[in-house]
């Protein structure tokens, strides 16, 4: 029995279609299949497994990448790739989510409520996404829910404000896996955004099969005072191709990934480069951080990596680095808005039943009012957030709106994520309650770039 109603079978590629054709069908027949198989009850922690520890952390530098999969040149070399054509334009800016973008909320926020968050703890210690949690997560369509129908995607326009609504429903469930289950189809969206008809043909199918190979967005340096927009690692043009020294940090799942997309300096200007793992030169290394540690963060070192001519992803004069960075910047404030509001929901009932002098402390001025202050400093940051979001989908300028959403995220989360843990006293401080990883993984939206996008 289908979860949403009026959800049939059909649609070019498989993909399921409602009455009127919608992007998002294929995450509801995929919950729908996910329901009636055993996967929740072993994911979601019923029947507890064994998760082993991630290796890498333990074990330092890896000899070398994850080089399972041989990527297949296809394609025209040098043509166009196809591209997601912008959302029409709906006159009045309004927040109000479609139909189909509620239907994806409902969801994707059953997804994380009833698989994500009881794993949540166990991978937060693992530094690791337990294997049936990733699997589940392609079955519901995540990896290709930003490609264009024509490349076998679900989406008949540009995605930007579904991938936030999605990103945000994940990450309520708990930021370092929504991390890890979104990275692969960040690594898609982005080469359906700015690839070449050579460079869709060679990788998308891999992402659009049974078999979605883990991919990382590496964007991120060890460095100090570190610039996104200046990154470290350079690009040196060659005869026949470039080649890539540096080192990249914070890369999700790199121990496992079979392609990266590397941002590099090239004559000045940040460039976008394909690099895949059996590439000679690469290493891994562990880099556990304070949070996010479910998405198995790693450092990726570059040491004279050679790579074709036909490698760079977009321009070369830094507006596709740029496009690549604000989306990022997107993503991650979603991904702040979902944490954000998991802490507002379990504090506000635990303020409420909580007593301390004859009476529940929300009774107190200072407590009442600090849950409201959350809840004021939330919408605004998912009101800042959205309005980026549909801008970048309606094919507008959305640099201001996103660095507006980005200061907000930053900042407020960081404060409802302390706030939290204050308002717990000493139950904020221990493991027993969640609070305290959301107040780890919410330090992170400061300081990341990349990794995710919309």
């Known amino acids: 029995m289908s979860l949403i109603p009026n959800f049939k079978p059909g649609g070019k590629h498989g993909v399921p279609r409602n009455e009127s054709r919608d992007p998002i069908g294929i995450l509801v027949a995929g919950l729908n299949r996910l329901a009636q198989s055993d996967l929740i009850d072993k994911v979601g922690l019923r029947k507890q497994t064994e998760q082993a520890v991630f290796s890498v952390t ?34 009045p800016f309004d927040l109000t989510p479609g139909e189909d973008e509620q239907m994806l909320v409902d969801v994707v926020s059953e997804f994380a409520a009833e698989v994500v968050r009881p794993a949540a703890a166990q991978a937060d210690h693992d530094c690791a996404a337990p294997d049936d949690l990733l699997k589940s997560s392609l079955e519901i369509g995540l990896p290709i829910l930003g490609l264009p129908e024509e490349l076998g995607g679900v989406s008949e326009e540009r995605s930007a404000m579904a991938g936030t609504l999605v990103a945000e429903a994940l990450s309520k469930g708990d930021m370092g896996l929504a991390v890890a289950t979104l990275a692969p189809g960040s690594v898609a969206t982005a080469i359906g955004l700015w690839g070449t008809d050579a460079q869709q043909q060679t990788y998308l199918p891999a992402f659009i099969g049974e078999e979605v190979p883990a991919a990382a967005l590496a964007l991120n340096e060890p460095t100090v005072l570190f610039d996104v927009t200046t990154p470290s690692t350079t690009a040196t043009k060659t005869a026949d191709g470039f080649v890539l020294n540096g080192t990249k940090s ?98 506000t009932p635990y303020v409420k039943e909580r007593e301390a002098f004859g009476e529940p402390i929300a009774h107190r001025q200072s407590v009442a009012f ?76 400061a300081i990341m770039e990349g990794t995710v996008l919309v």
């Open 370 to 445: 600090m849950v409201a202050n959350m809840a004021i400093e939330l919408q605004g940051m998912r009101l800042l957030t959205y309005r980026a979001a549909a801008r970048a989908a309606a094919g507008k300028d959305f640099g201001k709106e996103v660095a507006m959403a980005r200061k907000a995220c930053a900042d407020h989360g960081m404060r409802i994520g302390l706030d939290g843990v204050q308002l717990l006293g000493g139950h904020g401080f221990v493991k027993e309650h969640p609070v305290e990883r959301w107040y780890r993984d919410l330090r992170a939206i």
């Open 58 to 91: 333990r074990t330092g530098f890896k000899t070398m990448t994850n080089a399972s999969r041989t990527f297949s040149k296809s394609g025209k070399s040098g043509a166009p790739g196809t591209r997601p054509v912008f959302t029409a334009g709906t006159g």
């Open 250 to 347: 914070l890369v999700a799942r790199g121990d496992s990934a079979e392609l990266f997309i590397v941002g590099a300096q090239l004559d000045g200007k940040p460039v976008l480069f394909l690099v895949e793992s059996s590439t000679e030169g690469l290493s891994i290394a562990g880099d556990p951080a304070m949070g996010v540690r479910a998405a198995s963060m790693t450092t990726l070192e570059l040491k004279d990596v050679k790579v074709p001519a036909d490698a760079v992803l977009g321009e070369t004069d830094g507006s596709t680095y740029t496009e690549c960075v604000r989306l990022s910047r997107l993503a991650w404030c979603a991904l702040a808005i979902g944490t954000a509001q998991a802490v507002v929901d379990y504090v």
